[in-house]
C-alpha cells in the first residue's frame, strides 16, 4: 500500500490524508493504515506544483484530524473501558496492542502521549489507554495538541522541504528510499520498546 501512496494522495487529495490521520488516530482498525510515511509523502506532493496540494492546508488539516483521532479513542476507552480487554483477538482487534500501549503508557507517563504520535500501533491505541486510566481530560488534550503538531504538521513539512531540495527529475529515484526509511525509523521505537520490555520480564 505504501507504493501507491502518492496516486492515491495525488487522486483523492485532502480528504484521504485526513480521513486516514483520523482513523488511525481514533478507530481501533487505524493501527493498519500508513501514518508516518502517508504524512511524509503528502508533504513530499506537496512540494510538486503540479499537484495542486498547498503545504499549509495540507499539515494544518493532518493537525487537526489527528487531534480529533485521539479524541474520540481518549471517548471510547473512557466509555467502554476494561470491556475492549475482554473481545476476543480477531483480525482488526488485537488485545496484545492495546496491551502494548497500556505498558508503554504506564512506563513513559504523561509524555507517552506525545512519542506514541511516532510509534506505529502504540499511536492508536494510547488515546484509549488514556482514557481506559480516567487521565483528566485538559491533561490529554494539552498533550494530545503537542502530540498531534509535532506529528501532523512536524513529517508533513519534513516531508515538503525535502522534496524542495530533491531535483524533480529524481523525485522517482529519492520517493520509495526514503518511504522506507521513514517507516523503519517510526518502527525502531516500538520495537526497542518490546525488546526491553521482553527482557524486563525474564529478570
Excluded at 495525488?10 to 480521513?19: H, N
Excluded at 487531534?67 to 488485545?95: A, C, H, I
Excluded at 500501533?121 to 480516567?134: D, K, L, N
Aim: hydrophobic share 50%; glycine share 10%; aromatic share 16%.
Amino acid at each position: 500500500m505504501h507504493f501507491d501512496l502518492p496516486t492515491l494522495i495525488k487522486t483523492f487529495g485532502y480528504p484521504l490524508v485526513w480521513g486516514i490521520v483520523f482513523a488511525e488516530s481514533g478507530l481501533l482498525v487505524g493501527f493498519l493504515l500508513p501514518g508516518d510515511s502517508l504524512l511524509f509523502v503528502a508533504g513530499f506532493l506537496c512540494s510538486l506544483p503540479q499537484t495542486g496540494l498547498d503545504i499549509s492546508v495540507m499539515a494544518f488539516g493532518c493537525f487537526v484530524f489527528a487531534v480529533l483521532g485521539d479524541s474520540v479513542g481518549y471517548y471510547t476507552g473512557k466509555r467502554f473501558g476494561r470491556k475492549l480487554f475482554d473481545k476476543e483477538d480477531s483480525k482488526f482487534f488485537n488485545k496484545k496492542h492495546l496491551i502494548a500501549a497500556e505498558d508503554f503508557f504506564e512506563s513513559q507517563g504523561k509524555t507517552a502521549l506525545i512519542l506514541a504520535r511516532f510509534m506505529p500501533f502504540v499511536r492508536t491505541f494510547a488515546p484509549i489507554v488514556a482514557g481506559i486510566a480516567a487521565m483528566q481530560y485538559r491533561t490529554f488534550m494539552t498533550y494530545n495538541v503537542v502530540g498531534g503538531f509535532g506529528w501532523g504538521i512536524g513529517l508533513t513539512v519534513l516531508g515538503y522541504f525535502l522534496g524542495k531540495i530533491i531535483p524533480a527529475e529524481q523525485l522517482d529515484r529519492y520517493l520509495i528510499p526514503i518511504v522506507l526509511l521513514v517507516m523503519f525509523i517510526s518502527l525502531a521505537p516500538s520495537v526497542i520498546h518490546m525488546l526491553k520490555a521482553r527482557q524486563r520480564n525474564k529478570n
